[in-house]
């Protein structure tokens, strides 16, 4: 029986999980994408398994609970540079228990005297947090050890490659712009990385102010500090305000970042959509989409490649 062959559109963790989705579903599966791993947005992630900004939302849920299993076992894996990591979460309201910590591991709540004044709660769980340069690396081995195929191609147009396969995923983040979604928009983000420190252990986050995500976290061999987003802001200049800014958030959520030494301030750009496109393709049947998670590509990855996979029929036979 002739496999599916199956064309991915990008390389990113959207495009790379999506690619070994469907590869070890038996297709025969291709990447193209005008830049490798390491130059995608990508990889200038914290990469750690966390629901920003979300309502709640029983799709979501699914996609992160899938997700977050998923790295959970590969965390097993040393190489793949996934490690489950206590986070500790603060809230400004006492909203109760975060609506999709059901999927999260040794929930608990910490005790008042243990939580800032300016804050009302705060939960601790076990989460996933990969290495970004490490798991794309990893992801892209596994990959091409399923029998999959790299090609350094810029793509104009999806629709055009249908005549070369089965089904065509386009993973392209905001590079789908050109492709006619309007819905597409950019948040720029600045986050430091800073050596490890004995200082901090584990991941932190408040994420109460949409324009400034304030998190900390730790990764084998850095430690991230974020951030910002900066919605339609396009500029690659990184004030150094905001690296100021962002050291003082992060000290006020864990002290021990005061005596961290900050090596690099790094930039990048989400690609945001109201919610992520992952969908056929209205005017293209066979063309998929699989972008626009914003800052929760690693969250959602798994489980909107499953999707994907779904949408083709192909598991199923159809």
Same mark, same amino acid.
């Given at each position: 029986?002739?496999?599916?062959?199956?064309?991915?559109?990008?390389?990113?963790? $959207?495009?790379?999980?999506?690619?070994?989705?469907?590869?070890?579903?038996?297709?025969?599966?291709?990447?193209?994408?005008?830049?490798?791993?390491?130059?995608?947005?990508?990889?200038?992630?914290?990469?750690?398994?966390?629901?920003?900004?979300? #309502?709640?939302?029983?799709?979501?849920?699914?996609?992160?609970?899938?997700?977050?299993?998923?790295?959970? %076992?590969?965390?097993?894996?040393?190489? $793949?540079?996934?490690?489950?990591? $206590?986070?500790?979460?603060?809230? %400004?309201?006492?909203?109760?228990?975060?609506?999709?910590?059901?999927?999260?591991?040794?929930?608990?709540?910490? #005790?008042?005297?243990?939580?800032?004044?300016?804050?009302?709660? =705060?939960?601790?769980?076990?989460?996933?947090?990969?290495?970004?340069?490490?798991?794309?690396?990893?992801?892209?081995?596994?990959?091409?050890?399923?029998?999959?195929?790299?090609?350094?191609?810029?793509?104009?147009?999806?629709?055009?490659?249908?005549?070369? =396969?089965?089904?065509?995923?386009?993973?392209?983040?905001?590079?789908?712009?050109?492709?006619?979604?309007?819905?597409?928009?950019?948040?720029?983000?600045?986050?430091?990385?800073?050596?490890?420190?004995?200082?901090?252990?584990?991941?932190?986050?408040?994420?109460?102010?949409?324009? $400034?995500?304030?998190?900390?976290?730790?990764?084998?061999?850095?430690?991230?500090?974020?951030?910002?987003?900066?919605?339609?802001?396009?500029?690659?200049?990184?004030?150094?305000?905001?690296?100021?800014?962002?050291?003082?958030?992060?000290?006020?959520?864990?002290?021990?970042? #005061?005596?961290?030494?900050?090596?690099?301030?790094?930039?990048?750009?989400?690609?945001?959509?109201?919610?992520?496109?992952? =969908?056929?393709?209205?005017?293209?049947?066979?063309?998929?989409?699989?972008?626009?998670?914003?800052?929760?590509?690693?969250?959602?990855?798994?489980?909107?490649?499953?999707?994907?996979?779904?949408?083709?029929?192909? =598991?199923?036979?159809?």
């Amino acid at each position: 029986m002739r496999r599916p062959r199956i064309i991915v559109l990008g390389a990113g963790v $959207s495009g790379l999980t999506t690619a070994v989705t469907m590869s070890m579903a038996g297709c025969d599966v291709v990447i193209y994408a005008a830049e490798g791993p390491a130059q995608t947005t990508s990889a200038l992630a914290a990469a750690i398994w966390h629901p920003f900004y979300q #309502a709640p939302d029983l799709v979501y849920l699914e996609r992160a609970r899938h997700t977050y299993t998923t790295m959970r %076992r590969l965390s097993a894996d040393a190489a $793949s540079g996934v490690r489950m990591r $206590s986070l500790t979460e603060y809230f %400004r309201r006492d909203a109760g228990v975060p609506w999709w910590a059901e999927c999260a591991n040794g929930l608990e709540r910490l #005790a008042p005297a243990n939580v800032p004044s300016r804050f009302a709660s =705060a939960y601790r769980m076990d989460v996933p947090v990969a290495d970004a340069g490490t798991y794309l690396r990893y992801l892209m081995t596994l990959f091409l050890d399923l029998g999959g195929q790299y090609v350094r191609r810029r793509v104009g147009d999806p629709a055009s490659l249908l005549d070369d =396969a089965d089904r065509v995923v386009n993973c392209c983040g905001y590079g789908s712009r050109p492709f006619g979604d309007s819905e597409l928009s950019l948040s720029r983000a600045v986050v430091l990385r800073a050596t490890c420190d004995d200082a901090v252990r584990g991941c932190f986050i408040d994420d109460s102010d949409p324009a $400034s995500p304030t998190y900390v976290v730790e990764r084998d061999d850095d430690i991230v500090l974020g951030g910002t987003a900066d919605l339609d802001l396009t500029s690659t200049v990184i004030d150094e305000r905001q690296v100021e800014d962002i050291i003082r958030r992060c000290t006020g959520l864990c002290e021990g970042v #005061a005596a961290l030494r900050v090596v690099e301030a790094r930039l990048g750009f989400r690609p945001m959509r109201h919610v992520p496109r992952v =969908a056929c393709d209205a005017g293209h049947p066979r063309l998929l989409h699989n972008y626009g998670h914003g800052g929760g590509g690693f969250t959602l990855s798994w489980g909107c490649a499953n999707d994907v996979l779904r949408l083709t029929g192909i =598991a199923s036979g159809k």
